[in-house]
């Protein structure tokens, strides 16, 4: 139950999480797909930003321009392995999001 001490809860809702995401396939169809770590940044920040967990709101501080600038360093080996470090890209971003993610 929401408000109650050390409960954990998600306090987002449906109607938030479809706007953000929306403005961010806009933005990332927009810039053919420059802004894609923006688009991946604001949505999980509002995700992480509604979360409660033992009561203690969680937050995010990751930026945009951090992640862009791990963003192509991540593609740039993608290309020089010929595709093979794309599997890693998914751990990669997790690590990213979890450094980023505080109570």
């Not at 929401?2 to 961010?24: C, H, K, M, R, T």
């Not at 020089?80 to 751990?91: K, Q, R, V």
Request: net charge positive.
């Amino acid at each position: 139950m929401p408000g109650q001490n050390g409960a954990s809860y998600f306090d987002g809702g449906l109607l938030e999480y479809i706007g953000w995401a929306l403005v961010g396939w806009l933005v990332t169809v927009c810039t053919i797909g420059i802004c894609y770590p923006w688009a991946v940044v604001v949505l999980y920040r509002w995700k992480i930003e509604h979360t409660v967990i033992n009561g203690q709101r969680l937050r995010f501080d990751g930026t945009a321009m951090q992640l862009f600038g791990n963003w192509i360093k991540w593609w740039l080996l993608c290309i020089i392995t010929l595709g093979i470090y794309s599997f890693w890209l998914s751990i990669k971003l997790e690590q990213w999001r979890v450094k980023h993610t505080y109570f």
